[in-house]
C-alpha cells in the first residue's frame, strides 16, 4: 500500500527557513514523479515543486531560487528545503506520488506558517 | 502558464445533476483529471483521463472534454458531495508540471 507522511511544518519568521520531509512506502521515490503542492488558508491547489524520476527538477515561479526539492534513496523520502521565507508561503503543504499526469496518492499535509 | 478556470461556486438541489466546468485554451487535446476535496482532507481523485472514474468512486460521477471545456458532472447529487472540486492538466509546453484550476465549491442546498 503507497503511503506518504509529511512532517516538519512550523510557525517560523520571515526570511527564515524550513525543511518538510514526507516519508514514502509502498514504492521507490527514486522510480516516481513527486511533487509538492500548496494550499494556502482558504485557497486553490498549487503545484511548487516536481522532481522526475531522472532527477530533474520544476519549480514555480513563486518559489524558484528559494525552495529546493530532493531526495534520499536510502531512506525513500522526499523533501522540500525553503529558504527566504514570506507570509506568502503561508500554507498547507502536500506531499503526493504521481502517475503519469495525474496525481494518484497524497498525503495529509504539514503545515507551514510564516508570521513574526 | 497554462491557466484552468472555474466557477467559484455550484449549488444545486438533493437528487438533482450538478454540472462543474473547467476552462482552457484548447483542453480537449489534454486529459483533465478531477479531485474532490473536503474540509480537513486532502484531495481523491473522482475521475481521470476526462471520463475515468478510479475504483470505489460512484457512477454518478461523470467527465466529458471537448474543445475549450471539461466538465464534472455529479448525478443524483447527495449531501457528502458537498466539497470543492478542482481540475487539472500536465502542461508539457514549457516547464513540465501540473497545472490546478482554481475550484469550485459545490454546496448542495
Known amino acids: 500500500e503507497v503511503q506518504l507522511v509529511e512532517s516538519g511544518g512550523d510557525l517560523v519568521q520571515p526570511g527564515g527557513s524550513l525543511r518538510l520531509s514526507c516519508a514514502a512506502s509502498?514504492?521507490?521515490?527514486?522510480?516516481?514523479?513527486l511533487t509538492w503542492v500548496r494550499q494556502a488558508p482558504g485557497k486553490g491547489l498549487e503545484c511548487v515543486s516536481v522532481i522526475y524520476n531522472d532527477g530533474s527538477a520544476f519549480y514555480a515561479a513563486s518559489v524558484k531560487g528559494r525552495f529546493t526539492i530532493l531526495r534520499d534513496h536510502s531512506k525513500n523520502t522526499l523533501y522540500l528545503q525553503m529558504k527566504s521565507l514570506t507570509p506568502e508561503d503561508t500554507a498547507l503543504y502536500y506531499c503526493?506520488?504521481?502517475?503519469?499526469?495525474?496525481?494518484?496518492?497524497w498525503g495529509q499535509g504539514t503545515l507551514v506558517t510564516v508570521s513574526s | 502558464s497554462y491557466v484552468l478556470t472555474q466557477p467559484p461556486s455550484v449549488s444545486v438541489a438533493p437528487g438533482k445533476t450538478a454540472s462543474i466546468i473547467c476552462g482552457g485554451d484548447?483542453?480537449?487535446?489534454?486529459?483533465v483529471h478531477w479531485y474532490q476535496q473536503r474540509p480537513g482532507q486532502a484531495p481523491v481523485l473522482v475521475v481521470y483521463?476526462?471520463?475515468n472514474r478510479p475504483s470505489g468512486i460512484p457512477e454518478r460521477f461523470s467527465g466529458s472534454n471537448s474543445g475549450n471545456t471539461a466538465t464534472l458532472i455529479i448525478s443524483r447529487v447527495e449531501a457528502g458531495d458537498e466539497a470543492d472540486y478542482y481540475c487539472?492538466?500536465?502542461?508539457?509546453?514549457?516547464?513540465?508540471?501540473?497545472?490546478f484550476g482554481s475550484g469550485t465549491k459545490v454546496t448542495v442546498l
Open positions: 509502498g514504492f521507490s521515490v527514486t522510480d516516481n514523479f
Open positions: 483521463d476526462d471520463s
Open positions: 503526493a506520488r504521481v502517475r503519469v499526469t495525474l496525481i494518484e496518492n
Open positions: 484548447n483542453i480537449g487535446s489534454k486529459s
Open positions: 487539472q492538466v500536465w502542461d508539457s509546453t514549457s516547464d513540465r508540471h501540473y497545472v
